[in-house]
Structure formats: structure tokens, C-alpha cells
């Protein structure tokens, strides 16, 4: 028997709970406690699909599986109500919101890849404060190369994109004893370490930065944000860290910068991306470069499957979903 109607503003109207197919990137059977009145069917991305497109009520995204494949099951799903991610960013899937049936639901992954993301996010920060890079090749080449480097500590952060993975990198940063961090998000607001303040005073702000730590979603509005005005008020010797999405960062302006000597960066994500063979980026002076790694690590499977037994759970029993970002029209 399929779960009773879930309420109209939890978005899954009554006349399309005929279809009860949930799609998931993680085979059913290793997800305990999921719901029962629904039909499983595991799709990772595969050409072939597990069953009817038109079947399917939740579907849930292949993890870092690209846009081409995440919404090319979509058109076919005229009957779906529920788009989950398992990133916290959106933009792979976003543009296909506007045909999805209307009322349905797009939710993100919030909270699953905080604590790896802020993870990362210190971990390039003092890998890039370190010089670690440069001792790693110093070691290839059995060379000893001492010297005096930049500390984390007594340093300045500025947080750009204070959210969930923003408030998380904060809370790694304290025990390194900065000397401050500095929130900005596009919503001004008090937050329990203190004020976070907004993206219009990111020009004040940025020339009193050591650090500059994205963290923000890919939008239209902060498309490019971290572009020739943005970097040109970064103080000299600042350090750039992107965990956010590449598409954040004008990287034709920040090739400028780093060729200058100006600036350095720390980047586990471009644009393009993947970064290929022979980009200008790879060899630019004073970069660290990984490979999309913020999410994907040990940490992730557990916290996905609970995001997801959580969320079919209130499906089933027709609460409203969380860290809902978007609804069709």
C-alpha cells in the first residue's frame, strides 16, 4: 500500500501519489530503516534506467555525476515531486527546475558535506600558509629547504558565503588562534559567533584579509563574483581558498594575479572542470590545486543515507521536507 497523501504544502499533491517510484544513487538494501509503501530502484547514472521515468515520485541525484546525467532523466518524469540532491550545491540541476510538474520540490543536501568541506577548506589553507606543496617537491628532488613561513595563527579570515559549511569552517579555524574571522553571506544576520555581514561590504572588507575562504553557492549573482575587482582589492601576499564551485572565481583574473605574484590561491575547484592537460592554471605560480575532494570522503555515505532515510520518512508520512531550495512553478 502506498503512504496516505502528504499535505499540499509539503508539495506532493494527492492526484500525483499514483506514482510511488523512488529513484536512488545507493543501492536500497544499504540504506536501513527506509520507508515501506514506496518502490525502490537503485540508478547511479547508468544509460540504461531501472524502470519507467514516468513511475517515479523522489528522485535523487547521482553524486558527482555531472549535470548532462543528472537531469537527463527529468522530461520523462512527468509525474515526479521530489528532485533531492546530495550536494549542497544545486546548480547542476537548477536550470531544470522551470520544467519540472509544478509543485515539485527541490531539496539539497545541507549538513552532509559540512564537516569534509570545512575540512578541506583548512586543510589547503594551511597547506597553502605552510608551503607544504613546495616541500613535497623538495622532497622528490632530496632537497632540504629551510626557511620561515606564514602561520595560520594571528591571521585574518574572511568567510564569503556564511552557511552551514561557512559556520563549520569557522568553528575549525578558532583552535588556530586567528585573529579574527569575518563573516559575509548574501543575508545579513546575527550568528551565534557574531554578526554576519553583508555582500555589498565585501569591497571595506577584503583589503584587511589574509585569507579569503569561499564558500558560497554557484548563482547567477555570484557567478564570477571573485573577478578583477574582487582580487584587485585583495591585500599582497592574501591567500585565495575555493571550496564553493569554480564558476565562483573569474579565472582568467586570478591567472593574472598569480602570474603577478601578487596573490596565491588554494582551489578544489575550477573553471573549467575537470581542469584540463595544458591549462595555464596548472603550472601558474603559487597554486594549490585538488581535484574536486571537498565531499567525497569517508564521511560521506554515512551522512547521506541518513539525509535520505530522514527525508523519505517525512515523505511517507507527509511532513514537509527540509532544506527545500526551490519549487516549480
Known sequence: MAPSPAP???????AARAATDVWLPIPPAQ?????????YHFWDGDEEFPADPDDCCFYVVPYMKGQAVSVRPLPQMRR?????????????????VRDLPPGTLLCNARGVHDASTAELALALTLAALRRLPAFVRAQDAEEWSPGVYDALADKSVLIVGYGAIGSAVEERLLPFEVEEVVRVARTPRE?????????DALPGLLPHADVVILC??????????AGAGFLSRMKDGALL????????????????ELDSGRLRAALDVTEP????????LWQAPG????????????????????????????????EPLEHTVAVAE
Request: glycine share 12%; hydrophobic share 40%.
Open 8 to 14: 499540499q504544502d509539503s508539495g506532493a499533491p494527492s
Open 31 to 39: 540504506i536501513e530503516g527506509l520507508p515501506e509503501g514506496f518502490t
Open 80 to 96: 515526479l515531486r521530489v528532485v533531492q540532491t546530495l550536494t549542497a550545491g544545486i546548480d547542476h540541476v537548477a536550470g531544470a
Open 191 to 199: 550568528a551565534p559567533r557574531g554578526p554576519v555581514q553583508a555582500m
Open 216 to 225: 558560497t553557492p554557484l548563482t547567477e549573482e555570484t557567478r564570477g563574483l
Open 241 to 256: 581558498v575555493n571550496v564553493a564551485r569554480g564558476g565562483v572565481v573569474d579565472t582568467k583574473s586570478l591567472l593574472a
Open 273 to 280: 572542470e575537470p581542469l584540463p592537460a595544458g591549462h595555464p
Open 287 to 318: 597554486v594549490l590545486i585538488t581535484p574536486h575532494v571537498g565531499g567525497p570522503t569517508t564521511a560521506f555515505l554515512p551522512r547521506a543515507k541518513r539525509l535520505l532515510r530522514a527525508q523519505l520518512g517525512r515523505w511517507a508520512r507527509g
